[in-house]
């Protein structure tokens, strides 16, 4: 089979390369992205007994016999994606090298400082993991991460500014200079990017599934502008975007391939603030960050309709998780329930009028409040069809980002270019 597999793989290879159809460098990315697939995929069976021995293990409430798995295998995932990027490194900075997909030395700093940012991430998302720090204690944290990046882009470029979508150049203009301002938006859009991926979970699959789905969605992005761009300065950030997330897309389809329903191994949030981080990186040093906010539609509906919860307008648990049926074959939604004395005037106003816009089931009985969890999940599971099963329920929500990636790359080339 693999004699099979090369014998069709290295003519292929060979003919991209010619002439340098596709530069060398971003082969060799791809060549070390299936590498780096191939070991994640290898090394999460061998590591998953010294993670339960080292407590590193959760417990799946989505299924009828409660099993125990292996939990943060993010930090493998994580942890082959950076040596894959080190390995990387002379290929992409090779200085003897002329071809279009090698980078100047000028970017080695600003490469360097997104993998630090990458590894802190990393290391931040594993501690959560260890230490179950508070959420408003962490909620920060991305920011503190971000640091070096944001300082090296701003020693580097020195770019403030952003170019406004047509719809408000005719008040604002066409380029707008936001000043110290520009690194706040950039710290919020670290945040935003590693707790989105955070909270939209809850099945199987999904945290890998929406992050493979923006990957490649991106991906496709930069390659689409690395091809019909003559403007060297955005070819070369277009690039490093894809030494970025090709390893990234490598790592989480064989991390997705055991997290998958049912899954035998859980990700812990080592992984969904690592991923959050890559994807952050690549929208804040390849200056796409508001095409970066686009793909992320349905992560910010999912913010905004999870913030009364968030900001504890009304109460949160924990686990926002759906509930098992008792049939012990779909998900059902899961809901919060709350005495009536303890919820605020704001928090009862805000659900009913949630309620009324059918963005929430509001129950009251006696002196209890009973709602369902805010989130898409449990608002497309509180949908009168009834419940997903675990396979389908994740199927369908990367299916859902799928079209919503494709519809954000016209949508964002309109807006910008002048035909919307």
């Not at 935003?192 to 809850?202: M, R, V, Y």
Request: charged share 10%; hydrophobic share 50%; net charge positive.
């Amino acid at each position: 089979m693999t004699a099979t597999i090369s014998r069709r793989l290295l003519p292929a290879v060979a003919f991209a390369t010619r002439d340098w159809l596709v530069p060398p460098p971003l082969v060799a990315c791809a060549i070390l992205s299936v590498g780096a697939a191939l070991a994640v995929n290898a090394m999460i069976p061998r590591v998953s007994a010294t993670f339960m021995q080292c407590r590193l293990m959760g417990t799946d409430l989505a299924k009828k016999n409660k099993p125990v798995l292996p939990e943060s295998m993010g930090l493998v995932c994580g942890l082959i994606y950076l040596l894959t990027l080190v390995l990387l490194l002379p290929v992409v900075f090779m200085t003897w090298s002329t071809h279009s997909g090698s980078m100047t030395m000028h970017k080695f700093a600003t490469f360097l400082s997104a993998l630090l940012s990458i590894q802190s991430m990393l290391f931040l998302g594993f501690a959560d993991d260890v230490l179950n720090i508070r959420g408003r204690h962490k909620i920060f944290l991305p920011a503190l991460a971000a640091l070096p990046m944001l300082f090296v882009d701003g020693i580097e470029s020195g770019e403030t500014y952003v170019v406004v979508p047509l719809p408000f150049r005719a008040c604002l203009g066409r380029i707008v200079d936001l000043g110290l301002l520009y690194y706040l938006y950039m710290a919020l859009v670290a945040i935003f990017c590693t707790n989105s991926i955070n909270i939209l979970a809850g099945t199987n699959g999904v945290e890998a599934g929406q992050s493979l789905v923006l990957a490649i969605s991106l991906a496709i992005n930069s390659t689409a502008i690395l091809a019909s761009s003559a403007n060297p300065e955005t070819r070369e950030i277009h690039a490093q975007s894809l030494y970025l997330l090709l390893p990234f897309i490598g790592v989480t389809a064989a991390l997705l391939r055991w997290n998958w329903c049912p899954a035998r191994a859980l990700v812990g949030d080592t992984y969904t603030y690592f991923a959050g981080m890559v994807f952050a990186v690549c929208g804040i040093l390849g200056h796409y960050s508001k095409t970066l906010l686009l793909f992320f539609a349905p992560q910010i509906l999912n913010f905004v309709l999870s913030v009364p919860q968030l900001f504890h307008i009304a109460p949160c648990r924990r686990h926002r998780l759906p509930t098992l049926h008792p049939s012990g074959t779909t998900l059902v939604y899961s809901r919060c329930r709350v005495p009536r004395a303890q919820l605020s005037w704001l928090g009862a106003l805000v659900l009913r009028v949630l309620a009324a816009v059918g963005l929430a089931k509001v129950e009251t009985a006696n002196e209890w409040v009973t709602f369902s969890n805010l989130t898409l999940i449990m608002l497309r599971l509180s949908w009168p069809t009834g419940g997903l099963g675990g396979k389908t329920g994740s199927r369908k929500a990367r299916l859902r980002g799928s079209c919503w990636a494709s519809r954000s790359s016209r949508v964002w080339s309109r807006l910008s270019c002048g035909m919307l």
